[in-house]
């Protein structure tokens, strides 16, 4: 079944296709092929002109069609199943994995284990996002939800949209805070240059960081960082837009770090909170960081 998007449009004169690929976070290319194929409506009228330009106001709605690739291959892939049951699982992504196949990573990703290691995977995602309900960054570790079944799928993507899933990551940042805690709160959309990259722009995507010391080290902080919102690469995009980038981040780090640190960003998803989508229990999981990350906290910690 198509998954069906809606937005606002809050900026003037704005392309369809560049502002269905900051909304929709695709490559504009993808987007402009989907606006031709007629999955694009603006205030409830088809339309399939790429360059059409928006009024503030204009209600923009996207039909994402299913994805039909080559078919993804079951691949025996180890990953820690933290719980399942009929309708869902949470797991444990490794860092260094991305979650599911893209140019580049055809194989070895979450969705290549998910498809050997559980019996059921929800539809909605395409062949490509079978149960993906949300995303980890290749180089971040951490908990992830997955949805076997298109009920509990659309519930807890839901969730995810009211922003009820508790979602806390923590985090080695690069220098000290004269503060014991705070809120990001820059909008976030495709950065206008590098395509690959995020920025915080006036018309991007409400998001909202709340970031928490848990410890000082050594030029540098351990910190907890909860979502409110949950955009791509957004706690590494916020904390650097306050001087604090994540540590080993390639992408929004310094040219010339303070530590060499190797393999990623130092980024972990450690607790994951919902309401499970049949028995309405709250369910609450948490998870250790990966050897690497627990070996440059006790590098960097001040003695």
């Known amino acids: 079944m198509p998954e069906k998007k809606t937005w606002l449009c809050r900026e003037p004169g704005a392309r369809l296709d560049v ?3 900051a909304n929709a976070e695709v490559t504009r290319s993808r987007a402009g092929q989907w606006i031709r194929e007629g999955h694009a409506r603006v205030n409830g009228l088809s339309a399939t002109k790429t360059g059409q330009a928006l009024r503030e106001g204009d209600c923009v709605e996207l039909e ?39 140019a580049g990573n055809p194989d070895g990703t979450l969705v290549n284990a ?18 993906i309900v949300h995303r980890i960054d290749k180089d971040t570790s951490g908990i992830l939800l997955v949805a076997k079944n298109d009920f509990s ?22 220098g000290g805070f004269k503060q014991p805690e705070g809120d990001v709160t820059g909008a976030i959309g495709r950065h206008p240059v590098d395509r690959k990259k995020m920025a915080i722009r006036p018309d991007g995507r409400e ?12 030029m540098s902080s351990l910190i907890e960082a909860r979502l409110t919102t949950g955009r791509t690469h957004q706690i590494r995009v916020h904390m650097a ?5 994540v540590l080993g981040d390639p992408v929004y780090g310094p040219k010339k770090p303070p530590f060499p640190v190797e393999g990623g960003q130092l980024l972990h998803a450690f607790r994951l909170g919902f309401e499970h989508p049949r028995t309405g229990e709250h369910l609450c999981f948490e998870a250790p960081p990966e050897k690497r990350f627990t070996d440059w906290l006790e590098r960097l910690r001040l003695r």
């Open 19 to 21: 502002f269905l690929s």
């Open 64 to 102: 994402i069609p299913d994805t039909r690739p080559a078919h993804v291959e079951a691949q025996e892939i180890h990953i820690d199943i933290l719980y399942q049951d009929e309708d869902l699982a949470v797991v444990y992504k490794p860092s260094g994995m991305v979650v599911h196949p893209a």
């Open 114 to 131: 998910l498809l050997h290691c559980l019996d059921n995977l929800s539809g909605i995602g395409g062949e490509i996002r079978p149960g």
């Open 153 to 174: 799928h659309l519930a807890l993507s839901e969730q995810i949209r009211l922003h009820t899933v508790e979602r806390a990551y923590m985090a080695i940042v690069q």
């Open 207 to 218: 998001a909202k960081t709340h970031w928490i010391v848990r410890e000082p080290l050594r």
């Open 241 to 245: 837009s306050i001087g604090h980038p």
